[in-house]
């Protein structure tokens, strides 16, 4: 009688067993997402490379809004066409991480984008955690809306440079801190820590307060009363 109890024990292992080998794994958890790393909204970008600059973007600030949500915010011509991008990808896409190999696991969807100011609000994953050091830096703070002296940015293609700034002209700031293609978004800031801007091209920063003002006009309620991650 035992016998004939684990043969029918086995055969039902070995009917089940394929089922279970084709049963999906939970998808891995977000992990650390600071400013300064590289993303995409092409779920096949290829590594990261000069030819292929126009693939990949970097993160200007991490934090959360007034609802709690998880809010990044980059540059808008990383998924606009209008705003002087290669390839329009609409509200709702999902955004990767970027690294040397590509197109990455999943951090997030895009919210909404204003391609005049040019920047892009993408709400992260929930379990995403977020830190204020970043590769280059460390963004802790809002600076002031009309800064001066040396301002440096943060890019994944360039990295960290600095260069004293030479005008501003809302949404503008100009500076002779040098950037390149997969450096657009990057945080640009003053003071050692505190965000003034993002990477719009050479010499030229999306000014960050003209980004938070356009966001507490909008009527999708994500991103208002964004407030930068200290931790």
Sequence with gaps: MTKRVLLTALAT???????????????????????????TAKPDAGPSNPMQNQEYCTLGVVGTDALGNKIAISAGHCVSEAAGGATEFPDGSTVYRFGPSGTGDPIGTIAYRNPLIDYVVIELNPDAVLSSDGPEARIDSIGPSHPDGMLCKAGVRTGLTCGPIYGQEAPRINSFATANGGDS?????????????????????????AVLGSIATQTNPVGKGFTVTDS
């Design 13 to 39: 292992f070995a009917a089940l067993a394929p089922a279970l080998a084709l049963t999906p794994t939970a998808s891995a958890a977000t992990g650390t997402v600071s400013n300064g790393i590289g993303w």
């Design 185 to 209: 978004g990057g945080p640009a800031f003053v003071n050692g820590s505190q965000l003034v801007g993002m990477t719009r091209g050479p010499f030229e920063f999306i000014d960050f307060s």
